[in-house]
């Protein structure tokens, strides 16, 4: 029987986890759940998964909780603040935990999962962005084991040879695919207009608003190009981006002899996260079969530089100073809760992210109160823009 924790068990991600874990139930024990303010979702979700700690950032949410499962006859104990989620991420008694809050907002608890040698699967790609080299150490002194939940990383590691050793040197380089978002067809004068609604109705998968405006920018694929240079160790010249607006193969890893391994499979990150939880054995994760003679074809093209200009930001970041994937990561969290917020145009959150990368890009930051010092005056420096541009 394995423990498990949940941060961010309220979100797309969470809810995942906890249907594949459903079909598991004698395996697997859920010790904590935690969210940042649905307090009715993880109501439900105590009553059903009756985990010993319940975490809600907002202290209002969490008493209601305490009171309401009190009411039910639930053990389950609500515990408040931030400052609680690293606490049930390194728990004693925690084998697992999926790291699935949105933003830097979950760098605290996923390098507490890392310190404190879990099988961390890690959802949460902007902890990789904001402190790449320090998580990694993290994972490597904290002895645990990294699955990669995001579903190209995940298609990356599961068409890597099992030696690591034999990463640098076997592989030429690995491609990202990417669905291209709901705008791959959109023109570029049109962009400017977009709304948040059309931006997060994404073709192929239903995901959490951040994440959703992400792909919509192509950002998204920003932030796994830098995410794919930590976990695999590789660097930026050898990892490329591909679109598949089908979404079927999930990413591809291309050896010196001129074969390319890839992994296909439906969109469903119910096979990722089962793939996280069973490592290095195979369960069922509740997806459906790929059906090829179905779909009919496979189609990939070129990423269009000129509409979506922000996936070239993650190649300049990785080319500056250590501390400008943080600057990249916060610039585009403001600008993205701004766009959401009906306070940025669509076409403004790449300006906002350009701008403040080239303002802070320079800064070298390696430790953690020196990233997270970086990370607030790279917020400050994309909120003032923000304010430029809706002014
Ligand atoms: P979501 O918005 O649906 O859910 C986010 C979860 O985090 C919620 O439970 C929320 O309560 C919690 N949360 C937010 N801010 C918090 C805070 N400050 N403290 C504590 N909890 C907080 O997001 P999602 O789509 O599930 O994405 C989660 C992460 O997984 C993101 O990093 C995203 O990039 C990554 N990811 C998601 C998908 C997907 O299909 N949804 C795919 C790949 C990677
Ligand atoms: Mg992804």
């Known amino acids: 029987m394995k423990r498990i924790t949940i941060l961010g068990s309220t979100g797309s991600i969470g809810r995942s986890t906890l249907e594949v874990l459903s079909l598991h139930a004698g395996d697997f024990e859920v010790f904590a759940l935690a969210a940042r303010s649905s307090r009715q979702a993880l109501l439900e979700q105590c009553l059903r998964f009756a985990p010993r700690y319940a975490v809600l950032e907002d202290a209002g949410a969490a008493q209601g909780l305490q009171r309401e499962l009190a009411q039910q006859g639930s053990r389950t104990q609500v515990l408040v603040g931030a400052e609680a989620m690293p606490r049930v991420a390194a728990d004693p008694e925690v084998d697992v935990v999926m790291a699935a809050i949105v933003g830097a907002a979950g760098l605290d608890s996923a390098l507490a999962a890392a310190r404190a040698g879990k099988r961390v699967l890690l959802a949460n790609k902007e902890s990789l962005v904001v402190a790449g080299e320090l998580f990694m150490r993290a994972m490597r002194e904290g002895g645990g084991e990294l699955l990669p939940i995001d579903s190209e990383h995940s298609a990356i590691l599961q068409s890597l040879p099992e030696q690591r050793e034999r990463w640098a040197e076997d592989v030429r380089e690995i491609t990202l695919t990417a669905s291209g978002g709901p705008f791959r067809r959109t023109e570029a004068a049109a962009l400017e207009a977009m709304t948040p609604e059309q931006a997060c109705a994404h073709p192929n998968w239903s995901m959490g608003r951040k994440i959703s405006v992400d792909s919509a920018t192509m950002m998204n694929k920003a932030l796994e190009v830098i995410e794919a240079h930590y976990l695999f160790g590789m660097p930026a010249s050898r990892i490329r981006v591909l679109i598949h607006p089908q979404s079927i193969v999930h990413s591809m890893v291309t050896y010196h002899d001129g074969s390319v391994v890839a992994q296909l499979g439906v969109p469903d990150m119910r096979t990722p996260i089962a793939y996280g939880l069973s490592w290095?054995?195979?369960?069922?994760?509740?997806?459906?079969?790929?059906?090829?003679?179905?779909?009919?074809?496979?189609?990939?093209?070129e990423p269009d530089a000129a509409r979506f200009p922000g996936l070239g930001l993650a190649f300049a970041a990785l080319d500056m100073a250590a501390g400008a994937c943080a600057v990249l990561n916060a610039a585009n969290e403001v600008a993205v809760q701004a766009f959401l917020d009906g306070k940025l145009r669509f076409t403004g959150i790449h300006r906002v992210n350009a701008a403040t990368l080239e303002a802070l890009g320079g800064s070298k930051a390696r430790e953690l109160p020196d990233l997270l010092d970086l990370d607030a005056r790279a917020r400050s420096h994309a909120a003032a823009r923000v304010r430029a541009l809706a002014g």
């Open 280 to 301: 290095p054995r195979r369960m069922a994760s509740g997806s459906s079969w790929l059906d090829l003679a179905r779909i009919g074809r496979l189609d990939f093209e």
